[in-house]
C-alpha cells in the first residue's frame, strides 16, 4: 500500500477512538448536576406520586377499612322506625281508615363471642391489605427503577451507534478515496459500505428501542423523561444471601399477607364453631296506632328477650366447619409455599448482582483489551499488513464491546434494586423518597369506631372524602 496514506488512515483511526470514547464517557460518567439532569430518586418520587394503581388500592383498603367499622356496628343496637296506612272496605264496623307509626328496637345482648370474632377477622382483612398495598408500591417502584436504567440504557446505546455510524461513514470516504488513486480494490470499499449498512440498522434499531423504553418511563412514571442522570445510590447489598433472606422473611410483605392468612383462617375456623350456639338477642317497640277518622287512638310498647340456636341444619354446619378446618390448612401450606418462594427469589437476587458486578468487571477489561486489539490492527493496517476488513472487524468488536459495558452498568443497577425488592425494602419510605409518605392507618383511625354521618367525626370524614374528590 502507498505508505503516504497512511498518516490519513492513522487520522481517522484516531478520530474513530477519540469519538467512540467519547460517547461511552457521556454515557457512563455523571451528567452535570444541573437542574436539568433528572435523579433516579425524583423519577421515583414521581411514579410514587402519579401511579393509579397505587391510588386504586388505596381505595381498596378504605374499602377494607369499612367493612371493619361495619362489624363493630353489628355489636350495637339498631333503632327504626316504621309506619303504615290501612284502608278497609266490606262489611266493616266503624272507620275502614287507619294509620300507626312505630319505633324497633333489636340488639343482640350475648352470642358467644360471634360478633367479636367478626371484627376480628374484619381488622386481619384490614391488615392484610395494607401488606398486599405494599407489595403494589414495591412493584410501581421496581418498574419505575426498570424503566429509568432502560432509557439511559437505549440512548447510551444510540450515542455509541450514531458515533459508529459516523466514524464508518468517514472510514468509506477514505477507501473510496484510496479505490480512486488506486491503492485499494472495489472489494475494501464494498466492505465498508457493507459495515456502514449494518451500523445504519443498527442505529435504527436503537432509535426504535428508545422509543420503546421512552414510552415505558412515561407510563411507569408519569411523564416523559428528561436528561437522566446516573443513579447515584446503588442500594446496599447485604453480605451473604442467608442475611439476605433472613432479612426477607421478616420484611417481605408477600410474607405478612401470608402469616395474616393464615390468621384469618384461624378466626373463621372459631366462627364456624361458634355457629352452634346460641344468641341473646333484646327487642323492644313503641307503636301508636289512629283512626284517620278520629274516633279511635291507641298506642302501646313491649320489650322482651329471647335466646335462639341452631338444632338441626341438614348437615351444613358440621360441613361449614370442615371447610373452615381444610381453608386453614390450605392457608399453612400457602405459608410454606410463600417462605420457599421468597428464599428462592432472594437467592436468585443476590446471585444476579453477584453476576453482574463480574460482568461488568469483565465488560471493562473487554473494553480495555478490545482498545488495545483496535490500535494494533490500526498500525497494523497503516504499514500494510491489515486489511480493510480486519480493521472494520476490530472497530465492530470494541464497539460491542463498549456497548456491553454499558448494559453490564445497567443491569447492576436493575439486580441490585430488585434483590432490595425481594427483601421487602424497596418502599418510599426506606429509600427516603422525597414525597408525603401515604399513612395506610389514616383513613381507618377515622372510621374505626363506625361513626354516623351526622356526626362531628362523620362531618370530618365527609369532608375528607369531598377533598380527594371520592364521596
Not at 363471642?113 to 407489595?135: D, H, I, M, N, Y
Request: hydrophobic share 45%.
Amino acid at each position: 500500500m502507498d505508505q503516504k496514506a497512511a498518516p490519513a488512515r492513522r487520522g481517522l483511526a484516531s478520530k474513530l477512538k477519540t469519538l467512540l470514547a467519547g460517547a461511552v464517557c457521556a454515557a457512563a460518567v455523571a451528567l452535570p448536576s444541573g437542574a436539568w439532569a433528572e435523579s433516579l430518586g425524583q423519577a421515583l418520587a414521581d411514579a410514587y406520586r402519579n401511579s393509579g394503581l397505587l391510588e386504586q388500592n388505596r381505595l381498596v383498603l378504605k374499602a377494607a377499612d369499612e367493612d371493619a367499622a361495619q362489624a363493630l356496628a353489628a355489636l350495637r343496637p339498631v333503632l327504626a322506625w316504621s309506619t303504615s296506612a290501612r284502608h278497609q272496605y266490606g262489611d266493616f264496623s266503624g272507620s275502614a281508615n287507619s294509620a300507626s307509626i312505630g319505633l324497633n328496637l333489636t340488639h343482640t345482648l350475648y352470642d358467644f363471642g360471634v360478633g367479636k370474632l367478626s371484627v376480628e377477622a374484619a381488622k386481619e382483612t384490614v391488615l392484610v391489605t395494607r401488606q398486599q398495598l405494599l407489595s403494589i408500591e414495591q412493584q410501581i417502584l421496581l418498574r419505575a427503577v426498570s424503566s429509568y436504567m432502560e432509557v439511559r440504557r437505549a440512548l447510551q446505546t444510540v450515542q455509541l451507534r450514531r458515533a459508529n455510524v459516523r466514524l464508518l461513514s468517514q472510514e468509506l470516504q477514505a477507501a473510496q478515496d484510496r479505490f480512486d488513486v488506486g491503492e485499494v480494490t472495489r472489494t475494501d470499499v464494498s466492505q465498508a459500505e457493507a459495515a456502514l449498512a449494518a451500523a445504519r440498522a443498527g442505529l435504527t434499531s436503537a432509535e426504535g428501542s428508545l422509543i420503546q423504553a421512552q414510552l415505558e418511563y412515561e407510563a411507569a412514571v408519569g411523564r416523559k423523561p428528561g436528561d437522566l442522570a446516573p443513579p447515584a445510590r446503588l442500594g446496599k447489598v447485604p453480605a451473604s444471601v442467608t442475611e439476605a433472606v433472613n432479612i426477607a422473611l421478616q420484611n417481605h410483605p408477600a410474607m405478612d399477607v401470608a402469616r395474616r392468612q393464615v390468621t384469618l383462617a384461624e378466626l373463621t375456623l372459631a366462627q364456624a364453631d361458634a355457629v352452634v350456639k346460641p344468641s341473646l338477642d333484646l327487642t323492644a317497640g313503641y307503636q301508636l296506632n289512629r283512626d284517620l277518622d278520629g274516633d279511635f287512638t291507641a298506642k302501646g310498647g313491649s320489650i322482651g328477650l329471647s335466646m335462639s340456636g341452631p338444632i338441626y341444619s341438614g348437615g351444613a354446619v358440621a360441613s361449614g366447619r370442615r371447610q373452615a378446618v381444610i381453608r386453614r390448612d390450605a392457608q399453612l401450606a400457602n405459608l410454606r409455599v410463600v417462605s420457599s418462594d421468597v428464599q428462592l427469589s432472594v437467592g436468585n437476587a443476590f446471585s444476579a448482582v453477584q453476576i453482574a458486578r463480574s460482568a461488568s468487571a469483565a465488560s471493562a477489561e473487554q473494553v480495555r483489551a478490545a482498545e488495545v486489539a483496535f490500535d494494533g490492527v490500526r498500525e497494523e493496517a497503516s504499514l500494510g499488513s491489515r486489511t480493510t476488513l480486519d480493521v472494520l472487524t476490530q472497530e465492530q468488536a470494541l464497539l460491542d464491546a463498549r456497548v456491553s459495558y454499558l448494559s453490564a452498568q445497567v443491569d447492576e443497577v436493575l439486580a441490585r434494586y430488585s434483590l432490595l425488592s425481594t427483601m421487602g425494602l424497596l418502599t418510599a419510605e426506606n429509600l427516603g423518597l422525597a414525597v408525603e409518605i401515604y399513612d395506610p392507618a389514616a383513613y381507618y383511625n377515622m372510621v374505626k369506631n363506625a361513626p354516623a354521618a351526622i356526626s362531628a367525626q362523620g362531618r370530618k370524614l365527609d369532608s375528607a372524602l369531598r377533598a380527594i374528590g371520592k364521596e
